[in-house]
């Protein structure tokens, strides 16, 4: 059984920098994709950023420049550098193990609330 949990999360000012962190552990298979979504009250959960095994990266556009996305693969942690954050980006933050395969293998974090306000 895979586990993943989230660190990192609280309130900071416009402007400020927060770094979440997600540790997984059990049995995890390479390769594989890690990523962070958010989801905002009301709103759909969104993709922030994924990153494979490898270290290829991938961002949504509103991120881009801002967040950084890295991994660990001794530690098995995940970890997303958020730089420059505006009131938008207040959102509970969840990790993403994604394993393909047969069977497709998906697991998710608790989450972790991040609030962007003066």
């Known amino acids: 059984q895979v586990q993943l949990v989230e660190s990192g999360g609280g309130l900071v000012q416009p402007g400020g920098s927060l770094r979440l962190s997600c540790a997984a552990s059990?049995?995890?298979?390479?390769?594989?994709?890690m990523g962070w979504y958010r989801q905002a009250p009301g709103k759909q959960r969104e993709l922030v950023a994924v990153?494979?095994?490898?270290?290829?990266?991938n961002y949504r556009d509103s991120v881009k420049g801002r967040f950084t996305i890295s991994r660990d693969n001794a530690k098995n942690t995940l970890y997303l550098q958020m730089n420059s954050l505006k009131p938008e980006d207040t959102a509970v933050y969840s990790c993403?193990?994604?394993?393909?395969?047969?069977?497709?293998?998906?697991?998710w974090g608790q989450g972790t609330q991040v609030t962007v306000s003066s």
């Open positions: 990153i494979g095994s490898e270290g290829n990266t």
């Open positions: 993403n193990l994604a394993i393909p395969g047969i069977p497709f293998r998906n697991y």
């Open positions: 059990g049995r995890i298979f390479s390769p594989n994709s």
